[in-house]
């Protein structure tokens, strides 16, 4: 009975060592908080990662976060077009951040499971894997390394996270399955933007344009439209706009006279991808094409009448790009602009008959100011 009583007293001194730690506020190990979003139920739960890490390690490291020396932090969450995005980060008990990772997949939740695995246990223990994790400050990681300087030990009751609402407290615990070594996940670091490479991202487009050569003096206007990212592509755009009424006026033969024009116009546009960047800006090369018709209406002529006019123009301008958030971009692009089919309107002279009294010119100019919302 002698090896009955050895045991006791070892579990006794194990146990005493474990209290005077956490009285003494001692970091013993690094904690885990990991939830997963609405719609990510499928995911892998938080007693099960914690197993499946300690398994990898080979040993018990998560301890209660009062004694955690460093915080494992993360969520899982589904993403708007299909698939998953788990974000991990590493932060000190005050929240300053260590670093991050992002792995995302379009298939099931299940193929992050190794990599979310993967990621966090070289980070707390580099020898468990040929990768490499999180970077951690010096004295955090010489912590962590003292931790497995010796054999595994049983760990605290309240090392795991909590059970999920509505499952029984009693479940048994999770046995650690074998790990095999991952295949290669795309991780990203403080970028969640490239989470969503490869995806198309659909913008309302706000659009202020001008055009010289299309009524005279010029033509201003206001539409909306929609514009499509697609990456490694570029930029494909659809808008309608209204433009603003211009006069001319005419003498014949002492009377005075006057013709307003106006417009309305549908235009279609592609971009590059950015051909050079800086900071927040891009500089994309654009081509772009319109149809629309130019309308007249003349006052004190001869003939007083309304008369519509089809055009046609296609043009080239580069497109400055500004970044001002994760959903807000706003541009300018201008550039020259051919018109294929010009608009001619005459109207009715008293000594003369009819006169031409406007036509487009075949050489123009366009100019688009652009605010940007993102929808997805």
């Avoid at 474990?18 to 003494?24: D, S």
């Avoid at 991202?201 to 202020?208: D, I, K, Q, R, S």
């Amino acid at each position: 009975m002698r090896w009955l009583g050895l045991m006791a007293v070892g579990a006794w001194l194990a146990s005493s060592a474990a209290a005077q730690a956490q009285e003494r506020g001692d970091k013993t190990g690094p904690a885990l908080n990991w939830t997963r979003q609405p719609g990510a139920e499928s995911c892998i739960a938080s007693v099960e990662l914690a197993a499946r890490i300690e398994a990898r390690v080979k040993r018990r490291i998560f301890v209660a976060a009062p004694q955690a020396i460093v915080a494992v932090e993360g969520y899982v969450a589904p993403l708007p077009g299909g698939g998953f995005r788990a974000s991990i980060a590493m932060s000190d008990g005050e929240g300053a951040l260590y670093g991050s990772r992002e792995l995302t997949t379009a298939g099931a939740c299940s193929e992050l499971d190794d990599g979310l695995v993967f990621v966090i246990a070289v980070t707390l223990r580099p020898e468990s894997g040929s990768g490499t994790g999180i970077e951690l400050p010096e004295n955090v990681a010489s912590a962590l390394d003292a931790l497995f300087g010796a054999e595994p030990t049983e760990p605290e009751p309240s090392a795991f996270p909590s059970a999920p609402a509505g499952q029984a407290a009693d479940r048994a615990p999770i046995e650690p399955r074998p790990v095999p070594q991952p295949e290669p996940v795309q991780e990203q670091e403080d970028e969640p933007d490239e989470a969503r490479e490869g995806a198309p991202f659909l913008y309302l487009e706000a659009l202020g344009v001008g055009h010289l050569g299309l009524q005279p003096i010029g033509s201003l206007g206001g539409g909306a439209g929609v514009r499509v990212y697609i990456a490694g592509i570029g930029s494909i755009a659809l808008r309608a706009a209204v433009l603003a009424d211009t006069a001319r006026d005419i003498q014949d033969r002492g009377r005075d006279s006057h013709a307003s024009f106006s417009g309305r116009l549908v235009s279609g546009a592609y971009c590059t991808p950015s051909l050079l960047e800086w900071s927040a800006l891009s500089l994309e090369a654009c081509g772009a094409f319109s149809l629309g018709s130019i309308d007249a209406t003349g006052v004190d002529f001869v003939r007083e009448e309304q008369a519509s006019s089809v055009f046609g123009s296609a043009g080239l301008a580069p497109r400055l790009a500004i970044a001002a958030t994760d959903t807000l971009v706003v541009a300018l692009a201008v550039g020259p602009e051919l018109h294929v089919a010009r608009p001619v309107f005459v109207y009715g002279s008293q000594r003369d008959g009819d006169v031409e009294l406007y036509r487009a010119t075949l050489l123009g100019a366009g100019a688009e100011l652009s605010v940007a919302f993102a929808l997805f």
